[in-house]
């Protein structure tokens, strides 16, 4: 059975993905393809014990990651038995959470721990990864508004000027996911191209051997809320709404030098992943989005690992 890992990042329409993917399930379970989301990684405590934070209560003589890997095996043969041959595993949680990137501020600064304890839970059989990027201005935004949304304080401006100027980036964490999974493949999706487009994203993680269902394709879940909405929040729990800058729409956290160097790195990302990525990661990209949604996306390429390993350099391929 194909083990595909998708791993967030969050504020990336992870939501909607999986919001996708269950709503299709049984379409899906007719094309061998199956689907564990949070409610089986998180709520069903599939992957208790994984990492130290999410250890259940010793009451056997296995330790809580032993007992993970072995009750993730299992669950993977009883899958392989119902005729899955392949399986989608989505929870974007691995990396980290959006609150814990606030604190640091950094970008998920234990990707690296995190993902390498999953790969031993998965015991080597993991053969792809998937993870989405953002431009970094837009993410840190979309971040600090969800997370003020449920309750977190505002930022401060030394915390932004500090995300501004952080060293890490995308690049790093796709890095840390390649060597946390040696033998896999590390896909790369850009959050512009597919957010409201989970059934092209499915499309491409299977490589094209999929017929995208079309229920539930066109919906985009979780969206940060905008300056109307935080205002409302603020005010709703005594702070001044004032706090906030006037006007409507979305919160641009960032003053203009600031999203300038943010975008800048991004862009440094985005051309180490177009250059092939040091054979680290393949970038699937959309030039021209079908809106309709076909099964073969319009303008879809791919770069990076996948062709280095074709041919020993970078190449399109349709």
Do not use: C
Request: charged share 25%; net charge neutral.
């Amino acid at each position: 059975m194909d083990i595909i890992l998708h791993i967030g990042a969050q504020r990336t329409a992870t939501t909607t993905l999986q919001s996708y993917l269950r709503a299709n399930a049984a379409a899906l379970s007719e094309q061998e393809i199956g689907f564990w989301g949070p409610i089986r990684t998180r709520n069903d405590g599939l992957l208790s014990g994984v990492l130290p934070e999410t250890r259940v209560p010793d009451t056997g003589p296995l330790g809580g990651a032993d007992r993970a890997r072995r009750r993730i095996a299992a669950r993977l043969e009883t899958t392989a038995r119902r005729g899955i041959g392949r399986l989608i595993v989505s929870d974007e949680n691995m990396l980290g959470t959006v609150r814990q990137n606030l604190r640091g501020p950094l970008l998920y600064p234990d990707a690296g721990a995190r993902l390498q304890a999953y790969a031993r839970a998965f015991d080597g059989a993991v053969g792809r990864v998937v993870l989405s990027v953002r431009a970094l201005d837009q993410y840190w935004s979309s971040a600090w508004a969800y997370a003020v949304g449920r309750g977190f304080r505002l930022p401060r401006p030394s915390e932004l000027e500090d995300m501004a100027d952080q060293p890490r980036s995308w690049q790093a964490v796709i890095e840390e996911a390649a060597a946390a999974f040696p033998g896999a493949e590390i896909q790369v999706h850009v959050h512009e191209r597919h957010a409201g487009f989970p059934e092209r994203r499915l499309w491409h993680m299977l490589d094209g051997k999929v017929e995208p269902p079309m229920r539930a394709a066109r919906g985009w879940l979780h969206r940060a809320p905008d300056l109307g909405e935080l205002r409302a929040v603020l005010a709703a729990r005594g702070e001044d709404p004032g706090q906030l800058p006037p006007g409507a729409g979305r919160w641009a956290v960032f003053d203009a030098p600031q999203a300038a160097r943010l975008r800048e790195t991004y862009a440094d990302d985005m051309f180490w992943l177009e250059a092939g990525a040091g054979g680290k990661a393949t970038l699937i990209e959309e030039e021209q989005p079908d809106q309709a949604g076909a099964n073969l996306p319009g303008g879809a390429t791919t770069r990076g690992q996948k062709d280095d390993r074709q041919d020993g350099k970078v190449a399109r391929a349709g």
